[in-house]
């Protein structure tokens, strides 16, 4: 059954994203504001494409934002949550409770009753999980100490949802006091019903059930799916955890978005984290921008036209009052060198979970219909202003406090920096890694081989199970921050393909490369990787000094043989590297690849020498010099007709 | 204008306190060409051409290192074993280094009063370098008394600092040939004779 009203709408929804996001991003704004112009323009107010259905649409959109949290979840493992109980219950609390307190001020001097006043207070302190992440994560700030105490903030906030919903019915039994007629509270069912003791129990349940899912049944699940090979039932496995934890913690009154976050930090250690990032990624960006082109498309212009002037002035009114305590509680936490400013400009917006809480508050009778729109309207314009605010940041800001830190701080080592990751771990990977790994140095090592992840983690490498020939799946891993990426996967085209993308996307990144062959090799440098290592030739050169040792060298000989024959096929290399390039055409039938590679070898070998290094420990000449100069014919030595070579009579001693 | 070609020998140079200060200070005089030789051959396959090449282009060759048991790095020595050849070096036909300049830059952890017949060491620096006196002559090069930064292990930064500054104005005078050339075959070393 097909709705053809459907097709049109998503047709709406994507065109209208798909031009306006990238002039966005053009514009250095982010794509938020592309998506909520995009809402706008679709919307009831200028073409009017989009209507009523909107705010469905926001409803279902909005469990992007729950896919966001749980991959920022996914970010935070749990040591790291823990170093920063702090930041989360210290900064979070204190900036909750201050905003609130500044806004209800405010509120109360405009002439609102005291329970109105204490209700927008709680309302207006939220701010916007979806902008600011989506913002923070397009610019880079994330990893920011401002960035990550902004995280902790929003985690808080999502926390505080929970008692502020609680609290709203009874500033209504307070504010109803005065009036004749007492609002009645909803009656409760399900698990509000529940007394007090037991909702707990079953709140500590439920999040111990995830926590163990987490750690123990889930990588056996994520195996299992991964070795059938397919990948949609792998997405559609991540879809279920996420969801099942959402609707799990909707449940029992939380947050879903707080469930779906828990569950990315019980997962953050698992070896299938990278994948389920890469599979859950492209559905959250979609979901995300639906969102915000329905909080465009529900923008009330009617009313902002009727009073732009206040509208704009409260918009102005709550940003400063957001950003001047977020400002105090991040220098009491001590943020500074501008950091403190990206952290109170990024959060001085208003929530999504305002629009939720505004339409509780109006069926709880605490504002009227007009209020409730005038609210809204603000929040609406305060998300908007945000990215507005990142650049002022950036432009602004940031240049200021850097020039000021340039004068009094030395030089610190970036937060990352000295990331390896190694692509494909099988025979040749594993040996790069080890020896890395014995030296001191942090991998990520990225392989796509189910069994061997599992083997290396029980021996404790740090492994990650991925299709190391996606893209994505080094981003994820963080290709952006590496200094150093070894391709040691054994497909030979697809490790081309990575280092051509590589390449194009972050040409400053160092590649090192391992070759099937001599062609091979050529098409890494052709493509500009200059570290590359044919796969069996030192081993074969070691086994032919070997060789040569069972044959009447001695190893010190036979080592010196093998390492001059290194240096000359080095050479020859070079020489060859000059043909193929010219004549590359010539080389393309597979079939012929060996024979090719080995005539232009030879062909170019006849025409190279190798040159004896070790002439200055063969004393023939000065022998003969010495005869000369005496007169006297020294003995034919035998020993100098065969390989070993005289070594006893350097000239010092002649 | 006089070419100074330095071999430098120090086989871990991440570990070095006097020495990659006086190769950097080294690197910055005009005119120096400085082969850090454990750098260009990690596994002692020396280049035997290359460096006789660049040997015919120098006008004076410095062998610097650490003084490793009164002597040079592993790796120096390879360098002598194999790029001096008869007949390059040496020998009837061997003329190429005639008439240049050849000294030693070292490091000795012991103080200059170890390296005396009284002292610790028994002999004194200068003799300890016999070997590479006698085949910078037996190459027809002259031999200058070597630049000794002593007591290696207790110096200050600063100290070394003063050695680095020290070490690059030897250079600037060996390149401009301004060094006093008076009576220096009696020297213990040329530090003194630096301007």
């Known amino acids: 059954m097909y709705n053809q009203d459907f097709f049109l709408q ?46 469905k649409v926001m409803h279902f959109a909005e469990f992007g934002v729950v896919l966001m949290l749980f991959l920022i979840g996914l970010e935070m493992q749990p040591s790291l949550l823990w170093k920063t109980r702090h930041s989360i219950f210290g900064m979070g609390g204190m900036q909750v409770v201050t905003t609130t307190l500044v806004i209800a001020g405010a509120a109360w001097m405009m002439g609102f009753r005291p329970n109105q006043a204490a209700a927008m207070g709680l309302i207006l302190s939220l701010s916007s999980t979806a902008i600011v992440l989506q913002t923070l994560s397009e610019k880079g700030l994330l990893k920011n100490s401002g960035g990550r105490s902004a995280i902790s903030v929003l985690l808080f906030q999502d926390l505080a949802v929970i008692p502020i919903l609680a609290l709203l019915p009874l500033l209504a039994v307070i504010g109803s006091i005065s009036d004749v007629k007492r609002q009645v509270p909803p009656p409760q069912e399900g698990f509000a019903a529940l007394p007090g003791a037991l909702q707990l129990l079953l709140i500590v349940t439920v999040g111990m059930a995830v926590i163990f899912a987490g750690r123990f049944v889930a990588r056996h699940i994520f195996r299992f799916v991964a070795g059938a090979g397919m990948r949609e039932v792998f997405t559609a496995s991540v879809l279920l955890l996420v969801i099942g934890s959402a609707y ?307 190893r010190y000989q036979a080592h010196r043989a093998a390492l001059t024959f290194k240096h000359h096929e080095d050479s020859i290399m070079r020489e060859l590297y000059e043909h193929w390039l010219k004549d590359e055409t010539h080389f393309i039938r597979e079939s012929r690849r060996f024979s090719d590679q080995l005539t232009e070898t030879l062909q170019t070998e006849r025409d190279f020498s190798i040159h004896e290094t070790d002439c200055a420990w063969d004393v023939t000449s000065v022998r003969k010099e010495k005869a000369e100069e005496t007169g006297l014919r020294p003995d034919e030595d035998s020993r100098s007709r065969d390989h070993g070579r005289e070594d006893d009579g350097h000239a010092q001693n002649g | 204008m006089k070419k100074i070609l330095i071999l430098f020998a120090h086989p871990a140079l991440h570990k070095s306190r006097i020495h990659s200060r006086l190769a950097r200070a080294a690197g910055e005089v005009e005119g120096v060409t400085f082969c850090n030789l454990y750098d260009r051959y990690p596994d002692f396959f020396i280049h035997v051409p290359y460096e006789q090449k660049q040997l015919r282009d120098h006008d ?136």
């Open chain 1, 10 to 55: 998503a047709m709406i929804y994507l065109l209208a994203a798909v031009i306006t996001v990238p002039l966005a991003k053009k514009t250095g704004l982010g794509s938020v504001p592309g998506y909520l112009l995009a809402g706008v323009i679709i919307g009831p107010y200028v073409l009017g494409w989009v209507g009523q259905e909107s705010e």
């Open chain 1, 248 to 554: 799990g913690t909707a449940k029992i009154g939380l947050s879903p978005a707080l469930g779906t976050f828990i569950a990315g930090v019980v997962l953050a250690e698992n070896e299938y984290r990278h994948e389920l990032e890469v599979t859950i990624e492209p559905i959250k960006g979609l979901l995300l921008g639906l969102f915000f082109i329905s909080v465009g498309a529900g923008i009330n212009f009617t009313l902002f036209f009727r009073e732009p002037l206040l509208i704009a002035g409260l918009v102005l009114l709550l940003i400063l009052l957001k950003f001047g305590a977020l400002w105090v509680t991040a220098r009491v936490f001590g943020l500074r060198h501008g950091r403190h400013v990206l952290f109170a400009l990024a959060l001085a917006q208003a929530s999504e979970f305002g629009f939720v809480l505004v339409s509780f508050s109006d069926t709880l009778r605490i504002f009227d219909h007009e209020t409730s729109s005038l609210i809204i309207m603000v929040i609406i314009f305060s998300m908007a202003l945000t990215p507005l605010l990142l650049v002022v940041n950036e432009k602004l800001v940031r240049p200021w406090y850097v020039r000021r830190r340039n004068k009094e701080v030395p030089d610190k080592i970036p937060e990352t920096g000295n990331k390896i990751i190694i692509a494909g771990f099988g025979r040749f990977g594993l040996v790069v890694g080890r020896l890395l790994i014995a030296n001191g140095f942090t991998v990520t090592i990225l392989d796509s081989n189910p069994a061997n992840v599992e083997i290396l983690r029980k021996y404790g490498f740090k492994l990650f199970y991925g299709d190391v020939t996606r893209p994505e799946m080094l981003e994820a891993a963080g290709v952006k921050d590496a200094r150093l990426l070894v391709l040691t996967m054994a497909e030979d085209d697809e490790a081309l393909k990575i280092a051509g993308w590589l390449k194009k996307n972050y040409p400053d990144l160092k590649i090192a490369a391992r070759a099937r062959d001599t062609f091979h090799e050529f098409e890494f440098y052709k493509l500009g990787v200059q570290m590359v290592q044919r796969e069996t030739f030192n081993s074969a050169v070691e086994l032919g000094s070997r060789s040569l040792h069972f044959l009447g060298f001695n």
């Open chain 2, 60 to 195: 004076v060759l410095i062998w610097q290192h650490p003084f490793y048991w009164y002597s040079c790095p592993a790796l120096l020595k390879e360098w002598m074993d194999l790029v001096l050849e008869h007949n390059f070096a040496y020998g009837r036909k061997g003329t190429n280094l005639h008439g240049k300049k050849a000294l030693s830059v070292i490091s000795t952890g012991g103080s200059e009063a170890v390296y005396t017949r009284q002292g610790f060491s028994h002999y004194s620096v200068k003799q300890f370098l016999a070997p590479f006196h006698q085949t910078a002559r037996l190459c027809g090069m002259e031999y200058l008394p070597p630049f000794v930064v002593h007591g290696s292990h207790l110096l200050r930064e600063e100290e070394i600092d003063r050695y680095a500054d020290w070490y690059a104005r030897l250079l600037t005078a060996l390149r401009d040939n301004t060094l006093p050339t008076v009576k220096w075959q009696d020297a213990e070393s040329i530090n003194s004779l630096i301007p």
